[in-house]
């Protein structure tokens, strides 16, 4: 199947500093992506739809100023957590879809995720 | 938001028993599908049922769909220790190239 990549896998950073985060569809185009947060043992939360040359979509309750999402090109959307807070400690999740052959409905792949740790 | 709930939230089994996981959901589906997560690392997919299918095997796996009810079950049969993890159902709507919606998953812990 198609690989996601993200990296880094995990990172430590200060409290207020800014962390950026990469998804990368290896084998494949992606024109759109999407960012899953999940805080330990919970389930994944969507946060936004990457789209490719165009805005995210967020979903309620995600702040779009606080996570910064640049989908610059069909391999590649980062996610940039500004000024964080220990309360953004989390386990972050990109995924994309092979819309070729598998259309609009095919299976959805996920990046091994990134650990998020804010001191 | 969050579409999926399976259940039970947490679920403890001996090795050699069979695990089953539910999973409801609560609008139309194009499709449903489980994953795994061992603590701490990514999700690994394990099966994708479409709305028009009812039942789907893979290995040891079982999913079963009943779109009347909104719901869904996951069947691991002869379970083995490796098979503890987390289990996740997901679902994915009509509208074509939406993001997955989670459920809140079931954990599972098998007793060597």
């Known amino acids: 199947g198609a690989v996601v990549s993200q990296h880094p896998s995990w990172v430590i950073c200060k409290s207020g500093t800014s962390v950026k985060i990469e998804c990368r569809s290896l084998?494949?185009?992606?024109?759109?992506m999407f960012w899953y947060r999940q805080f330990p043992k919970k389930s994944l939360m969507l946060m936004a739809t990457s789209n490719e040359g165009s805005k995210a979509t967020y979903e309620q309750g995600v702040e779009k100023d606080k996570f910064l999402i640049n989908h610059a090109s069909l391999t590649l959307s980062t996610l940039t957590v500004t000024s964080a807070h220990p309360e953004d400690s989390s386990f972050y999740i990109c995924?994309?879809?092979?819309?070729?052959?598998?259309?609009?409905?095919?299976?959805?792949?996920f990046g091994p995720g990134t650990r998020l740790t804010v001191l | 938001s969050q579409q999926g709930e399976e259940d039970p939230q947490a679920l403890s089994i001996q090795e050699g028993e069979n695990a089953t996981m539910n999973c409801s959901y609560k609008?139309?589906?194009?499709?449903l599908q489980w994953y795994r997560q061992n603590s701490g690392r990514g999700l690994v997919h394990l099966i994708l049922i479409r709305s028009n299918e009812r039942e789907k095997h893979s290995g040891r796996l079982r999913v079963t769909l009943d779109t009347s009810k909104k719901s869904s079950s996951l069947l691991i049969t002869a379970s083995r220790a490796a098979d503890t993890a987390s289990y996740f159902c997901a679902t994915a709507t009509n509208s074509g190239n939406t993001p997955l919606v989670f459920g809140k998953g079931t954990r599972l812990s098998v007793i060597a």
């Open positions: 995924s994309a879809r092979d819309p070729f052959p598998g259309g609009p409905w095919a299976e959805q792949f």
């Open positions: 084998d494949f185009q992606a024109t759109t």
């Open positions: 609008t139309s589906i194009n499709n």
